[in-house]
């Protein structure tokens, strides 16, 4: 900045007009005005203090001192003529220094002329002031319509342009800015794109830099504003430092806690190793140990069989020795007889007697070799076993020595009239009744037709346990109570089909107090009031087997009866009964949870409900036949409800389809499921079936009639089934030869029902390889002929029970073949095979 002090007065050279920086103008400070300025400020009135805006932010107005670029205007008073030219209404004042001397009252503008300085202008001290103190609508009026950044562009381009006609250019000029809009408007938006001053503008005016205003003094606020730079500089810069630092420290710390944390990740990392491997070594020492103690359990087994095999061999060798010893002994006393026999027959008869004589004795010999009198009474009573009542009275009629082998105690434990009943008349009842009334245990008069009296003498066996009765329509309820009288002690009581009435229900909980199973199937004489009788005395509290099949005449309030006095029943069969309904199970289960055996044969009614209220019993056998109102909804709980199925007989469900199976498949304990014409179950259910739990300890398989299996499914049995021992296919026809070669992948099948399929000779030679089976039923095969039977035969050497029925083109053949090769047959069925009918007689007795 350049300064020359003349007197009081103040000059600025031209050479220095770009190079003024942002100070403000002070009251009583001379300034010195460019040329064309003091034309451009005639017609002003008040002083007014603004903000350029930034190139970019149009809108940015503030009129606070503190804010980088300023103008000041200034009101100026000059003479009504001015030197220089006027043109087209405004004074043009020659580029020449101007002076600005100041006073304290006014400040006064020396405008140069040709002649030296001709004019003088006094500028007054209040127009020197800014919008600072001005009221707040007018600087509300200059903020909203952008009028200090229009006049900073509008001076801007006349100070630098210097056009002939000012006034026509700031018309311009000002629609150029109508048309662009306030919010883009410029500094620079009115000078010539050539014109345009290379400066950089950083924070002061670029009216100053025209006008060089470089006369002013260092002020407070300007001194602030450095102050405040240099203060934000400098902590700019040292934040900048201190954040560097910080970072290095952060990164520092960063990483230690990064190691730190590796450290504490691989500690843990050991620890759970550790943890697992100290896991699988306790487990491998459980183990172990159990381990040793099966191997020293295996060790005490196999020393305990080796002192058991070392004692029965002794027991053997002695009791051997002590037989011997015995015959030895009966054939010293033979001998001594016959030499008796002999010399009285010689000394008593004549010398022409003597060859007949030694060949009776002879005979004799002979008889006494086959005597099986001399056998131990528990082989003698083993042989006995084995024949009916018929037999035993038919053999104690041969001699003294068998009459006395039949009159043995056990033997007369079980009496069974049932096979004698058309045979032996009521006297002989009597009579063996009165004999054996201390030994008799079990009595079965099933199907007898006796009178009341020989009824009333079973009231002598004391120590009756079990006593069969069914379908004697002559026993009644006076014969019940002179049993119940005098055999207190009856288990077991079958009463199925008679005529009794509630007098009998009435006599059974006071006097068989240890009754556990009864029978009362198909019995319509009693009623609803007789099952009330049940809870007479001490009750039927011990039942466990109830039988009530056929009794139709039974209401809901009759089981509700069974429930209350029979509430340790596990055993529950109730066939044939269309009366049955959801609402007598329930009534039934309410009290008797206990239930694990339950058979529903001939009960329409029954539906899911039935289900639903046994899932409070602990079932492992159900059996439900000819039912269409079961569906799988009852299955679908099955698992959780029933775990410990065993055997499961679903025959004729119509309503049963795949998903029944699927919920099947978690029963780890079955292994009987009959699914017999359930016609909707197909591969996938069977498949579904088997990939759970439940097939690995499944014995028996019954798929009758499930015509939609196919060979896909007997391949998931072959691979799924270890234990399957019979499995049944009858009219499968979707099975081939091809499912027939997956069958003999089932090692432990002993039999299996292949009627009705398309089975062929083909089929039989593939299931020959099958080394293990024992039953085989292919009836209703038409497609087989001898050549098949043949060659299965040959192959077949254990079979027992074989059914080739109406398999119309075998014929004599297969029969010989069988005689020849099935050593072991001991059932064969023929029926409807016309050319086999008239050589079976002659070949069946070789077999």
Known sequence: ??????????????????????????????????????????????????????????????????????????????????????????????????????????????????????????????????????????????????????????????????????????????????????????????????????????????????????????????????????????????????????????????????????????????????????????????????????????????????????????????????????????????????????????TAEESNFPEQSSSEGSLVDETLKCDISLLPERAILQIFFYLSLKDVIICGQVNHAWMLMTQLNSLWNAIDFSTVKNVIPDKYILSTLQRWRLNVLRLNFHGCLLRPKTFRSVSHCRNLQELNVSDCPTFTDESMRHISEGCPGVLYLNLSNTTITNRTMRLLPRHFHNLQNLSLAYCRGFTDKGLQYLNLGNGCHKLIYLDLSGCTQISVQGFRYIANSCTGITHLTINDMPTLTDNCVKALVEKCSRITSLVFTGAPHISDRTFKALSTCKLRKIRFEGNKRVTDASFKYIDKNYPNLSHIYMADCKGITDSSLRSLSPLRQLTVLNLANCVRIGDMGLRQFLDGPASIRIRELNLSNCVRLSDVSVMKLSERCPNLNYLSLRNCDHLTAQGIGYIVNIFSLVSIDLSGTDISNEGLNVLSKHKKLKELSVSECYGITDVGIQAFCKSSLILEHLDVSYCSQLSDMIIKALAIYCINLTSLSVAGCPKVCAGVRAQTCSI
């Open 1 to 346: 900045m350049w300064r020359k002090e003349m007197g009081s007065e103040l000059r600025l050279p031209e050479t220095a007009q770009l190079k003024a920086y942002n100070r403000p103008l002070q009251p009583g400070a001379s300034r010195r005005l460019l040329p064309g300025e003091a034309g451009g400020a005639l017609d002003a009135r008040r002083g007014r203090l603004g903000r350029c805006a930034p190139r970019g932010d149009a809108g940015a107005l503030n009129p606070e001192p503190s804010f980088p670029s300023l103008l000041l205007w200034h009101e100026v008073s000059l003479p009504p003529s001015c030197p220089g030219q006027r043109e087209r209404g405004r004074c043009r004042v020659q580029p020449r220094p101007l002076v600005a001397r100041t006073t304290p009252a006014r400040t006064r503008l020396l405008v140069p002329a040709r002649g030296g300085y001709q004019r003088s202008f006094s500028v007054r001290p209040w127009a020197m002031a800014s919008l600072r103190n001005a009221n707040p609508r007018l600087k509300n009026y200059f903020k909203e319509n952008y009028i200090p950044q229009v006049c900073e562009a509008l001076l801007c381009g006349i100070l630098v342009t210097c056009p002939e006609d000012p006034l026509r250019y700031l018309e311009g000029m000002i629609m150029v800015i109508i048309k662009s809009g306030l919010q883009n408007l410029l500094w620079d938006m009115c000078i010539a794109p050539s014109m345009k001053p290379n400066i950089r503008r950083l924070s002061e005016t670029y009216l100053e830099q025209l006008f060089e205003l470089d006369d002013q003094l260092m002020t407070p606020e300007l001194m602030i504003k450095a102050c405040s730079f240099y203060t934000g500089h400098l902590v700019k810069t040292h934040f900048c430092t201190w954040r560097d630092i910080a970072r290095t420290n952060e990164n520092v710390a960063l990483a230690e806690k990064m190691n730190r944390a590796v450290t504490c990740y691989n500690f843990r990392l050991q620890k759970s190793v550790f943890h697992h491997w100290r896991s699988y070594m306790e487990d491998q020492k459980e183990k172990l140990k159990n381990t040793l103690l099966r191997i020293q359990q295996i060790i005490y087994c196999h020393k305990l069989s080796i002192i058991l095999t070392k004692w029965r061999n002794r027991a053997r060798l002695k009791s051997k020795k002590k037989e011997d010893e015995l015959i030895l002994k009966h054939e010293l006393q033979l001998k001594k007889w016959k030499n008796r026999l002999i010399l009285k027959r010689a």
